[in-house]
């Protein structure tokens, strides 16, 4: 089954830029999707098709997928994008709606 | 601007079946050609998706899940359900709903909006 792999943590200083990567076997050649995950609460969709954004979410989300490695990049980062990570995709031979394992994004 | 609300039992006991229902509020289920989906969350883990299925009727599972599960729709409620069969405490977990983008003909991409979740807990 497809894998998709994320670091568990991440950690950044606010204002600073933070980088979630996602890898997968040729994973550029699928369509990756990101999810906002805070406590206690459900995910919330930040980029869809590799690097767009829905209607809501800030410019300083932003997304990147080429060869092995699709990327979450979120500019400025502040206190309130403290939360879970998680990315997903489609594998026709494989479950096939696949889900990283989540990245928890610190802001120190 | 299209919500959705899980509801169900939050107990359910060792071998027997998991009943939930997703109610889709500010908009027709049947318009648009959108899947609906589940999707589960054991507390501290990631995300697991269970299925999905087209106001047609048409359902697609997790393999790994696809002997237990059933998703139906109600269009004249503006609901979908899930049934799991045979649960164990492996089962404990949230549960959302979600709407899914297609992407293609069999195809789906993202899942906006999910609902707020429901808990299930699987205990004698």
């Known amino acids: 089954s497809y894998v998709l792999t994320q670091p568990p943590s991440v950690s950044v200083a606010p204002g600073q830029t933070a980088r979630i990567t996602c890898g997968g076997n040729?994973?550029?050649?699928?369509?990756v999707h990101w999810y906002q995950q805070k406590p206690g609460q459900a995910p919330v969709l930040v980029v869809y098709d590799d690097s767009d954004r829905p209607s809501g979410i800030p410019e300083r989300f932003s997304g990147s997928n080429s060869g092995n490695t699709a990327t979450l990049t979120i500019s400025r980062v502040e206190a309130g994008d403290e939360a879970d990570y998680y990315c997903?995709?489609?594998?026709?031979?494989?479950?096939?709606?696949?889900f990283g394992g989540g990245t928890k994004l610190t802001v120190l | 601007q299209v919500q959705l609300q899980e509801s169900g039992p939050g107990l359910v006991k060792p071998s027997q079946t998991l009943s939930l229902t997703c109610t889709v509020s500010g908009g027709s289920i049947s318009s648009g050609s959108y899947y609906w989906s589940w999707i589960r969350q054991p507390a501290g883990k990631g995300l697991e998706w269970i299925g999905r299925?087209?106001?047609?009727?048409?359902?697609n599972y997790n393999p790994s899940l696809k002997s237990r599960v059933t998703i139906s729709v109600d269009t004249s409620k503006n609901q979908f359900s899930l049934k799991l069969s045979s649960v164990t405490a492996a089962d404990t977990a949230v549960y959302y709903c979600a709407r899914a983008f297609p992407t293609g003909t069999t195809t789906i991409g993202w899942f906006d909006p999910w609902g707020q979740g429901t808990l299930v807990t699987v205990s004698s």
């Open positions: 040729n994973i550029g050649s699928k369509s």
């Open positions: 997903q995709v489609w594998d026709s031979s494989s479950d096939p709606v696949v």
């Open positions: 299925i087209y106001t047609s009727g048409s359902t």
